[in-house]
């Protein structure tokens, strides 16, 4: 199956990449810049697509970007600690942002025959992004089966998007992701700030996945405070 994978540079997407490597036919990595709060997400995605050989691809959605205001991800709003599963997260919503991404990637991959768009939404997303939820992966491809009707078949590939991120670390390591050459953090500085609510979620995957975690964070234990599956943690 020949699969393009829509990569941000996350530990999600590395991994996703790394999966589609391993198991199918990688064409190559695509990824986004909706003008987000900082970029350094899109060098870990063209270093992965450096690593496993194929081409990387960046599209400019600035100006669409533009659009979608009142997200701490794209507007000048604080990035707020804690849980993913906390209700202040939902300021990290992009209105619109994986159907936008998925309708371009499709169309991108039905240019070049690939077989498949795979993306790495997963269960942890559920809670906060309506557009990661398995209800919008199965509307989405009924729209696409009638947008592409009679010119190409190219199927949404979402594996992960039953599982919790512990998983995905599980998933990541039997095909060798290099963790530590991924980047989640929301706030974009010179570690991961290990505050924000993918900071959280990351540490938190790695101790239930039982794996050993490469990530630097400014502020390392902070997670135990906000998770409850932490050891001693709330």
Request: net charge negative.
């Amino acid at each position: 199956m020949k699969t393009l994978v829509i990569c941000s540079g996350g530990l999600d997407s590395v991994s996703l990449a790394y999966k589609v490597a391993a198991e199918h036919e990688l064409v190559g990595l695509i990824s986004f810049d909706y003008g987000q709060r900082h970029k350094k997400e899109v060098g870990y995605a063209a270093r992965a697509a450096e690593r496993l050989g194929v081409p990387h691809d960046l599209i400019d959605m600035t100006a669409i970007g533009a659009f979608l205001s009142g997200s701490a991800l794209t507007d000048d709003l604080d990035v707020p600690d804690g849980h993913y599963a906390e209700d202040n997260m939902k300021v990290t919503v992009v209105p619109n942002r994986n159907a936008i991404m998925l309708a371009v990637a499709f169309g991108v991959a039905a240019a070049k025959g690939a077989d498949a768009v795979a993306a790495a939404v997963h269960g942890g997303d559920h809670f906060i992004y309506p557009d990661c939820r398995p209800g919008f992966i199965d509307a989405f491809q009924k729209m696409q089966d009638a947008a592409l009707e009679g010119y190409a078949e190219v199927k949404l590939y979402t594996p992960f998007v039953h599982i919790p991120k512990s998983d995905i670390v599980l998933e990541g390591a039997k095909v060798n992701t290099p963790f530590a050459d991924t980047w989640s953090c929301y706030k974009g500085g010179e570690t991961h700030c290990g505050r924000c609510g993918t900071c959280v979620e990351r540490r938190e995957a790695f101790h239930i996945a039982g794996v050993e975690d490469p990530t630097v964070y400014a502020d390392p234990d902070y997670w135990k405070s906000v998770t409850i599956d932490a050891e001693g943690g709330a």
